[in-house]
C-alpha cells in the first residue's frame, strides 16, 4: 500500500513560521491536499496544490511541492496560538476520488 | 446547510458484540468513506462507496461491513467487536468532480471503546 509519511509533532512559539513536511509514494497524484483537524473535530481542508504546480500561496499558507523527491511542505506564516492542530497531508493515489493520508503532525503553538 | 453527521459520537461496548456506527450526509454526494485514526497511524481506510449498492474494502477492511442503500447513508458495522478496533471512527463524502480536487467533507467522528 502507499505510506505517506509526516513528522508527528512540531512546537513552535506564537508569531514565528512553521513548516509541516510530508513525502509521499504515488508519483501518479492529481492533486495533493493539506488537511488541518482541530481537537474533537473532523478534518477539514486548509489547501490543495496540483501537481503540475511547484507552489501555491494562500494568505498566510504557502504549499510547495517538489515532484522529483515526491516531497510536500506547508508553511504557516505569523503562527497563531488558534493553529494549533494536527496537520495531515494527503494525495489522491488509486484514482481521483480516493485519498491517502498521512500520519499526520500535530502543531503545537507556544504564546 | 448541508453537513455530515455521525451517530453515536461516544460508545463502549464489549469483546463479541455487533456494534453499528451511523454515518448521515445531506450533501447528496455519491462518494463516501469510512476511515479509522489512530495514534501513529494517522487515518486509515476502512470501507468507501462510490455510489448506491456500491461498496469496496479499504486497507483494513477485516472485521468491519457496510451497506449502501441510498445516497444519504453509509452505515458501518463490526460483526464481533474487538478489543484492537478501540479507535476513533471518521466518516467521510466528496463529490465525483474529474476536472477538479474531490474535497472529502469530514463527519465529528465517533469514539468507540471496546472492553
Known amino acids: 500500500g502507499e505510506d505517506v509519511e509526516q513528522s508527528l509533532f512540531l512546537s513552535v512559539r506564537e508569531g514565528d513560521s512553521s513548516v509541516i513536511n510530508c513525502t509521499y509514494t504515488?508519483?501518479?497524484?492529481?492533486?495533493l491536499y493539506w488537511y488541518k483537524q482541530e481537537p474533537g473535530a473532523g478534518l477539514q481542508l486548509l489547501t490543495y496544490?496540483?501537481?503540475?504546480?511547484d507552489m501555491k500561496q494562500d494568505q498566510r499558507l504557502t504549499v510547495l511541492l517538489n515532484k522529483k523527491d515526491k516531497h510536500l511542505s506547508l508553511r504557516i506564516a505569523d503562527t497563531q496560538t488558534g493553529d494549533s492542530a494536527i496537520y495531515f497531508c494527503a494525495e489522491n493515489s488509486g484514482g481521483y476520488q480516493k485519498v491517502t493520508f498521512g500520519t499526520g503532525t500535530k502543531l503545537q503553538v507556544i504564546p | 446547510d448541508a453537513e455530515i453527521t455521525q451517530s453515536p459520537r461516544h460508545k463502549i461496548t464489549e469483546t463479541g458484540r455487533q456494534v453499528t456506527l451511523a454515518c448521515h450526509q445531506t450533501w447528496n454526494h455519491n462518494n463516501m468513506f469510512w476511515y479509522r485514526q489512530d495514534l501513529g497511524h494517522g487515518l486509515r481506510l476502512i470501507h468507501y462507496?462510490?455510489?448506491?449498492?456500491?461498496?469496496n474494502k479499504g486497507e483494513v477492511s477485516d472485521g468491519y461491513s457496510v451497506s449502501r442503500s441510498n445516497t444519504e447513508d453509509l452505515p458501518l458495522t463490526l460483526e464481533s467487536a474487538a478489543s484492537s478496533q478501540t479507535s476513533v471512527y471518521f466518516c467521510?463524502?466528496?463529490?465525483?468532480?474529474?476536472?477538479?480536487?474531490?474535497?472529502?467533507?469530514f463527519g465529528p467522528g465517533t469514539r468507540l471503546t471496546v472492553l
Open positions: 462507496s462510490y455510489g448506491v449498492h456500491d461498496t
Open positions: 496544490i496540483f501537481s503540475n504546480m
Open positions: 467521510a463524502s466528496s463529490e465525483s468532480l474529474r476536472q477538479a480536487p474531490d474535497t472529502q467533507y
Open positions: 504515488d508519483s501518479s497524484s492529481t492533486y
